[in-house]
């Protein structure tokens, strides 16, 4: 799923070498053609929560020091008796009540257990969050840091990432390593132009994704300005993770996948996270995974915390090979590959409680 060519498409320039005379008549035609792409890619404005023609807001939320809201959502014990303390990122088409089990019901009684308070919130753009056109893995970072201060979870505390919101973790690892306590992330989305992947081993896992996904990625990382555009387009080969069309050799992830078309489930958690805009949501989460890093994070030294990884072996979204590559650079990771195990890693039966007993016991 999320793979992108290796060869450059378009010029990094956009132009050809040379002068080249252009009649007068021409040139006017040029500046219209121009004018008119540049209107025609352009995403529509957002519709924020409590703004007129916007959703309700209808959740907990916050402000940010920029004046962006961020909604959020609590869970196991209360964090005045917590032992533990974690802040969790969604993945793509998530929002703030995801956990690292089923539901957060299923989550209460470990917490219980385990001493543990939870509190997820809706990435910028996603449910009731503020949309942030500055979006970035920083970005991403700070503002778990800044809920985290608001809601005085004290100097250090744990963060958990699922799929593609793991890049608010690895963020988190290179910019504020300081005040995480221990990081968890469960099968984490991988950027193919990361440095650290040797080029052909990106390339022939690449070779073998849906069309439609190398190029909805290869715009992600080469033309972002036309992503909103290129996925809008019927005619053009585009994402089948958003179409909920990828092919899972994984049966228990297959048979999620259908029952949440079937009941609707699907739909319902698709409006819920793109209700302020599906390019504030979805596409700006594509650009920021799949663009351009300030950071390799197989060139990430130590981190003082424990970090922990869980992948499955049968994960048809993010290809185990590369996720072993990435492990095997960074000797500080504590790898837990699960055998026979697709993508949907909250839906494994006793997985979250394994999860949570290896973080904190």
Known sequence: MWVTSMPQVWDEEGVAKGSVVTPAPATALLGSLAGWMSRAVEPPAPRPCGTEGGPPVTATRLRLRD????AYCESGVPKEEARFKVVFSHGFTGSREDSVRASQCDFQEVAEELGVYMVGFDRAGYGESDPNPNRSVK?????????????????????IGISLGCHAVWGALKY??????????????????????????????????????????????????????????????????????????????????????????????????????IHESYY?????????WEFDPMSLPKPPCPVH???????????????????????????????????????????????????FG
């Open 284 to 292: 700006r989460d594509m650009m920021v995974m799949f663009g351009k």
């Open 139 to 159: 970005s991403a970072a700070l503002d778990v840091e800044e809920l985290a201060d608001a809601l005085g979870l004290g100097p250090k505390f744990y963060v």
């Open 176 to 277: 504020i390593p300081e005040r995480i306590a221990g990081a968890a992330m469960m099968a984490p989305v991988v950027n193919y132009w990361w440095p650290g992947f040797p080029t052909d081993l990106a390339a022939e896992v690449y070779n073998k994704q849906e069309v439609g996904d190398q190029w909805a990625l290869r715009v992600s990382h080469h033309a972002p300005s036309i992503l909103h555009w290129w996925m809008e387009q019927s005619w053009l080969p585009t994402s089948t993770v958003v179409a909920g069309t990828t092919p899972l050799p994984n049966k228990r992830d297959a048979e999620i996948r259908k029952n949440m078309k079937a009941d609707g489930s699907f739909q319902k958690k698709m409006d819920l996270a793109t209700q302020q805009g």
């Open 309 to 359: 990884i869980w992948q499955g072996d049968e994960d048809g979204l993010v290809p185990v090979v590369l996720q072993r590559y990435l492990v095997s650079r960074l000797s500080w990771a504590n790898y837990h590959e699960l055998p026979g195990t697709g993508h949907f890693l909250s839906a494994v039966p006793g997985l979250g409680d394994t999860v949570l007993r290896t973080i």
């Open 67 to 70: 004046g962006r809201h961020l």
